[in-house]
């Protein structure tokens, strides 16, 4: 393994006027670090002696530029994620500028405020961590559990990217709580920004030769893919050299520029002084294996093994991505679409030309275009595959055959394969606090466990020797942390973002409000007759961005104004297909009036096995919505007469009032007349007639007459 220390060193200097020379290539071990800087950045016209602040190689000035965004000017004018956030940290401010809230994101962080709060505005910072695979170290684990409580608002949170968040920190305490996550083997660098986020693989701790490929591959992509230039540790651990693992396949990828792909004379080779045009996600998994949503990321990649499980190259999607602009149609969400295949030692420098096929022409001008989605949506992928095939080198080889996708949750007991135990739990939204959090902590530090964090908000308790089972297995039970079988299918399944009251974008609540709404839609099931056993996908954003993958859900609930959603209808339980909108801004209270005639109709006219998204994508929503429209409640059922025991209709009318004074129906009150008269019988025959029926009435039923004694 080579050594890094979190990116090349760079110069710092405290004069705010020097100017920022080009590099003869990267030669961070012969440059001396300065810390503890402010700085402010200046140009000079002499464009041979700075470093250029673009993204694409140096072209001759034209009269004309091209329109960019505000962000692409701060990233410009920041010498590297910077300036102006080292100068705002240092202020008595509760918050910082907006050049600065841009910034930050790049350290994995977000200004916020408390949006239910009056009389001004009480300013936080949340945190993210970047945990490639969710891998969470013991140590690491502990540490986060701390700073929640110290510095937090006393809750973790598990994110839809097998991250944590740390919500609630002020501006005054984020070198210490970052510090402290740096120290204690962890990082929240790139975990938000215009950069490569964290990359998903299956949380599962299998060993097994595909998944643990899957996983390393994972860790590779991560590291070929963080920033170089040392803007982070010297923010928060002041140019502190932290050591970190990188294999020699990384660095010899990250350093190759054989097909132009790289900036030789800038700290960071492959981001350049602009980054990416936004964000960009990538996810690992192998075949069968949709734990981690694949089609939504800009990149996914699946493990091709021949017979014997020995990996031998990668699939590879392109172009997926979930968030949109309510209203605006040329925004949407779109899922990934297969690229080609790469033998398994070209997985690094195959990513790396996607991500400079998207950092060459990705929109600058307007962030609302800016994913990777919208230009190969414009180009279309032979076009894409085209370009990037001149950044990597070579013809992508033809797509391999995939199995069908399967959603997995590893939830419950399993075994890893090498003598351990894993233990999945559910967490509803990924929100840990109170008795599961303490509860959760005493186990993990009891006997030294490593944790797993899923891309459905859970988490996974691993290494556990089977001694520990029953112990571990009691002391979840009493903190709520139940076996899959004894959570409602519902839940399992369901995701909400965060929303209110911390998110700015919001516009109406997800996590708080996805508890009662799965109550209600468990209600309309029970009351059009739908088992307990069954589920349908469920996922809630408060805004149209789509943090949760909501359309990716069979019910997909986006927010659209107070109070109100948009359903979304369509995505299936393995998510393959994309949701489409059905309804807008439908009111939280008036949520029965559509979802009841829905379920009651795929309960009545689904076809073997058929699930709700299947469903309604044959029925089509013409046809669903006219069944909205028309609803007037379930039909009720015509009224059956057991002939068994009742000879016409009058005498069930009158049994039935009787038994309605007794909170019972017509059958459970004849019945237990039925079992009142064959006693009776048998003490009279015992009694040799001793005692005599009194003031008895007789009714007609089908096999004679029956008596009972007035109470």
């Known amino acids: 393994m080579t050594t890094s220390f979190g990116g090349a060193a760079t110069i710092t200097p405290s004069d705010p006027k020097i100017l920022f020379r080009n590099f003869n290539g990267l030669r961070s071990s012969s440059v001396p670090f300065l810390n503890g800087s402010r700085l402010r950045p200046t140009f000079s016209t002499s464009s041979s002696t700075i470093i250029r602040a673009v993204s694409t190689p140096i072209k001759p000035e034209t009269a004309t530029q091209p329109k960019r965004s505000k962000v692409e000017i701060i990233k410009e004018n920041s010498n590297f994620i910077r300036y102006p956030l080292n100068e705002e940290l240092l202020t008595e401010a509760q918050n910082i500028n907006e050049s600065a809230v841009q910034l930050i994101k790049f ?47 006393k809750t973790l949170r598990l994110t839809t990217r097998q991250t944590f968040q740390l919500h609630g920190v002020l501006k005054k305490d984020l070198k210490t709580v970052m ?17 490569n986020r964290n990359v998903l693989a299956p949380a599962a701790p299998l060993v097994r030769k595909d998944y643990l490929f899957a996983q390393k591959t994972a860790e590779d992509i991560a590291a070929l893919l963080s920033p170089q230039s040392g803007f982070y540790y010297d923010m928060w651990v002041d140019g502190e050299k ?16 054989s097909h132009g792909t790289n900036f030789p004379d800038s700290p960071e080779p492959i981001y350049g002084t602009q980054f990416l045009p936004r964000k960009f996600k990538i996810a690992v998994t192998v075949p069968t294996d949709n734990s981690v949503d694949i089609l939504t990321n800009d990149v996914g990649v699946v493990v091709v093994t021949d017979a014997d499980g020995e990996p031998q190259g990668f699939n590879i999607y392109v172009g997926g991505g979930m968030g949109r602009t309510h209203r605006m149609e040329s925004t949407f969400a779109r899922l990934a679409e297969p690229l080609g295949y790469v033998p398994k030692e070209d997985i690094l420098y195959a990513i790396k030309a996607i991500v400079v096929t998207q950092r060459e022409n990705g929109r600058r001008d307007d962030r609302k275009w800016s994913r990777m989605k919208y230009l190969i949506s414009s180009w279309g992928i032979e076009k894409f595959r085209d370009v990037v095939e001149g950044y ?13 996708w399967e959603f997995k949750s590893y939830l419950g007991w399993h075994e890893q394969g090498d003598g351990a135990l894993y233990c999945g739990l559910h967490v509803d939204s990924g929100r840990i606090g109170g008795k599961m959090k303490s509860t959760l902590r005493e186990v993990i530090e009891k006997y030294g466990l490593s944790v797993r964090l899923t891309p459905n908000q859970n988490i996974i308790l691993c290494d556990i020797r089977s001694s520990w089972k029953r112990p571990i297995t009691t002391a979840l039970a ?30 109406t609540e997800a996590e708080r409000g ?24 469920v996922r809630i954003t408060g805004c149209p961005n789509g943090c949760a993958r909501p359309y990716m859900a069979e019910l997909g609930l986006v927010g659209e104004g107070p109070n109100a959603y948009q359903i979304w209808l369509g995505g299936t339980p393995n998510q393959t297909i994309i949701a489409r909108s059905f309804m807008n801004k439908v009111k939280i209270q008036d949520l029965e009036k559509v979802l009841e005639p829905l379920f009651y109709h795929w309960k009545r006219k689904r076809q073997s096995k058929e699930s709700f998204g299947d469903f309604t994508n044959r029925l089509g929503f013409e046809k669903l919505k006219e069944l909205v429209d028309n609803w007037d409640g379930p039909e009720v059922a015509q009224t059956r007469y057991n002939l068994k025991l009742f000879a016409d209709k009058e005498t069930y009318e009158a049994i039935d009032e009787l038994a309605k004074l007794q909170d019972k129906n017509a059958h459970q009150l004849a019945m237990e ?20 029926c009194r003031n008895s009435v007789s009714l007609p039923l089908y096999s004679g007459n029956l008596h009972y004694r007035r109470t």
């Open 107 to 153: 350290h994995g962080s977000y200004q916020q405020y408390n949006r239910e709060e009056r009389g001004g505005r009480s300013y936080s910072f949340m945190l993210r961590t970047k945990n490639p695979c969710g891998k969470v170290p013991t140590q690491l684990y502990l540490t986060m559990d701390d700073l929640a409580d110290q510095f937090g608002i």
């Open 478 to 507: 009493q903190a709520g942390l139940l076996p899959p079988k004894l959570v409602d299918p519902l839940n399992i399944t369901a995701m909400a973002c965060p929303a209110f009251p911390l998110c700015p974008l919001a516009i």
């Open 242 to 257: 932290i050591m970190t693992a990188e294999s020699p396949e990384v660095v010899k990828a990250r350093n190759d520029n």
């Open 179 to 195: 510090s402290s996550i740096i120290h204690n083997m962890g990082s929240t660098l790139g975990a938000c920004g215009d950069l």
């Open 673 to 692: 007349v039925v079992f009142d008269h064959q006693s009776a019988i048998i003490n009279f025959e015992k009694e040799s007639r001793r005692q005599k």
């Open 514 to 537: 996805i508890p009662d709404i799965l109550k209600r839609v468990r209600a309309v099931f029970e009351k059009v007759g739908l088992k307990h056993s069954e589920s349908v996908v």
């Open 392 to 404: 990597y080198g070579k013809k992508f080889e033809p797509f391999k055959e995939l199995p069908e």
